[in-house]
């Protein structure tokens, strides 16, 4: 699907028929705006370069696009009970959080 060939047109067909939800390769989507960053912002009349500006706004609409439909993921107990970890957070001040991280990776002494 990564194909180099047509400027990875394998892929960005099977993304354009893609449902979603789906997650987009951003490499492609950054070689792309970097690509068009070389482009310059106004043109030779000191106009601003609006085909530049529809370009960009449609890699936005795209990326957009596919946030809008969540991922929906079946959990296990297991994974509920991680969930709720993550948005409770650890229960730890930033001190206790500083003396584990030493614990896991003591400071480099100087010589």
Known sequence: MFDLNGNYSNYRTHLANAKRPAIPYLGIITKDLF?????????????INLYK????????????Y?????????????SESHKRKLQEGPGLDREELYQLSLKVEPKATAK
């Open 35 to 47: 690509s068009l960053e070389e482009n310059p912002t106004t043109t030779s009349k000191q106009l």
């Open 53 to 64: 500006l529809r370009l960009v706004y449609g890699h936005i609409r795209d990326i957009k």
């Open 66 to 78: 596919f946030q809008q439909v969540p991922f929906e993921f079946s959990g296990t107990p297991m």
